[in-house]
């Protein structure tokens, strides 16, 4: 997972619970999580993960859970953050902080899902950290459901190294290669 990010942002580790492919029963899942209001996939998801990171040494210094926020207008739309219940759910297993609302989104973009890297918005500004003073020497796990190109990740950690000291590591439910 590391590699997708190699020479573009400096990360500590990156991790994902499955692969995600087309026509599989993964792609299917998270389909229905996030558009179908299926949360309790976001919950099964958050346990399994969460299970998998606590028997991992690195996680015990993980200072909270960020999830990539979903610009306001999706959010209202969709009804949910399909990341909320799968965050809450590995908070609870890490016992660390789940924090919503630190990272926001200013820019509302069409879905780039089927996007490939060339043709997605790779701009820092689409994010921003609501108080740097808050993640000042933090270690943040940033959590997303699908890691493609890694151009929505990558966004998120250049607002987010606008923060002195920051560390991050990357949690996903599934990546595609």
């Given at each position: ?7 573009r ?45 606590k028997?991992n ?21 969709r ?12 908070s609870?297993?890490?016992q660390?902080?789940?924090?919503e ?18 043709h ?6 689409i ?9 000042k ?20 950690c ?18 595609t290669?």
């Amino acid at each position: 997972m590391e590699k997708i990010f190699y020479g573009r942002i400096q990360i500590e580790l990156a991790t994902a619970l499955l692969y995600y492919g087309k026509n599989n029963s993964v792609q299917t899942l998270i389909e229905k999580l996030k558009y179908k209001n299926d949360e309790e996939i976001g919950i099964f998801f958050g346990k399994w993960l969460g299970e998998q990171l606590k028997n991992n040494t690195h996680f015990e210094r993980i200072d909270m859970i960020i999830p990539v926020p979903l610009h306001p207008k999706k959010l209202k739309k969709r009804g949910y953050n399909q990341l909320t219940k799968f965050g809450e759910q590995i908070s609870k297993k890490l016992q660390k902080p789940f924090v919503e609302d630190i990272l926001l989104r200013k820019m509302h973009l069409d879905t780039q899902t089927k996007k490939d890297r060339s043709h997605r918005i790779l701009n820092e500004e689409i994010f921003q950290v609501k108080s740097l003073n808050d993640l000042k020497g933090k270690h943040v796990l940033l959590i997303d459901d699908v890691i493609t190109t890694g151009a929505t990740l990558e966004s998120c950690c250049k607002a987010l190294f606008k923060a002195k000291n920051v560390k991050i590591t990357i949690a996903a439910m599934a990546f595609t290669e």
